[in-house]
């Protein structure tokens, strides 16, 4: 059974940095891809990062890109978002999500490509 818990919201400052983890089961870890995504009040669920299991390579969107890094820790079944330059408009509830059969698409990918959620974690951006 795949599970996914997220950790690491709060409250930061614009500027400021913030690390969220996923504590995943060895099988989503071990196959497909691991997203994380975001959504915002009144938004849609919007994807930030995939990462594909088979070979680390890594997507981001465009509004994160620079800014935001996905990296994860074999030994701990874990995934991380490491944030950086945080803005205001970077506030929302991040998920991480998991697919066994996904390759992070080129054209960016969606929630409707993942069928595992983690149950979210809220981070916000305020002065």
């Known amino acids: 059974q795949v599970q996914l818990v997220e950790s690491g919201g709060g409250l930061v400052q614009p500027g400021d940095s913030l690390r969220l983890s996923c504590a995943a089961s060895?099988?989503?870890?071990?196959?497909?891809?691991i997203g994380w995504f975001r959504q915002a009040p009144g938004k849609e669920r919007e994807g930030v990062s995939c990462?594909?299991?088979?070979?680390?390579?890594?997507k981001y969107a465009s509004s994160v890109k620079g800014r935001f890094t996905f990296s994860r820790d074999n030994a701990k079944n874990t995934v991380y978002l490491e944030m950086k330059s945080l803005k205001p408009e970077d506030t929302a509830v991040y998920y991480c999500?998991?697919?066994?059969?996904?390759?992070?698409?080129?054209?960016?990918?969606?929630?409707?490509?993942?069928?595992?959620w983690g149950q979210g974690t809220q981070v916000t951006v305020s002065s």
């Open positions: 999500a998991s697919d066994p059969d996904l390759y992070c698409p080129d054209d960016g990918f969606s929630k409707e490509d993942f069928r595992t």
């Open positions: 060895k099988f989503a870890l071990d196959y497909g891809a």
């Open positions: 990462i594909n299991n088979s070979d680390g390579t890594t």
